[in-house]
């Protein structure tokens, strides 16, 4: 069985924080060797474990790879071979956006998809990677906030859609 993304995030959280398999477990209302599969890679957590684990923790880093791992890779991956320390990130995320925006203001979207060459297509697909990239650095940049911080993340993301729903823009 493939390992996902889960099950080393949540190894790398119970480091972190100095919490047996068997605490975790009973925080998801399993057993504690269930957990120690997730964490060896040869069981594949469900949505409830994942669930109540992240809620558990509050973590980042560990919402992140629930999300990988429930949408089979299609959102950002943890990255685990980067110096995460706020300033890197901090700095890593300027310029990661300053590379999007040169990117956005190329790509040339005014343009109907019959009026693009192949040339303009690859431009707005360089504006979309380095878009996608800036994600990846905004996301890491708050987790790492989050962490340094002890904001909750959940709480982060809470705030963020009510603003979203003062200004209409969710129903």
Not at 45 to 57: A, D, G, I, L, Q
Not at 92 to 114: D, G
Request: proline share 3%; glycine share 8%; charged share 25%.
């Amino acid at each position: 069985m493939a390992i996902g993304p889960f099950g080393p995030a949540l190894e790398e959280v119970l480091k972190r924080k100095g919490v047996t398999r068997g605490q975790v477990g009973a925080a998801a209302h399993v057993d504690g060797s269930l957990i120690g599969k997730i964490v060896k890679g040869t069981r594949k957590p469900s949505n409830e474990v994942m669930s109540s684990t992240v809620e558990h923790f509050d973590d980042g880093q560990l919402y992140i790879a629930a999300a990988g791992e429930v949408t089979k890779g299609a959102f950002i991956p943890w990255l685990n071979n980067v110096d995460l320390h706020r300033s890197s990130v901090h700095l890593k995320t300027m310029e990661e956006l300053s590379e999007a925006m040169e990117s956005l203001q190329k790509a040339p979207i005014t343009k109907t998809k019959e009026q693009l060459g192949e040339a303009d297509l690859k431009q707005i697909k360089l504006a979309m990677m380095e878009c996608v990239e800036a994600i990846t650095a905004l996301t890491h940049y708050v987790a790492v906030l989050c962490k340094e911080y002890c904001f909750s993340w959940m709480s982060v993301w809470k705030e963020h859609r009510a603003y979203l729903k003062s200004k209409k823009y969710l129903k």
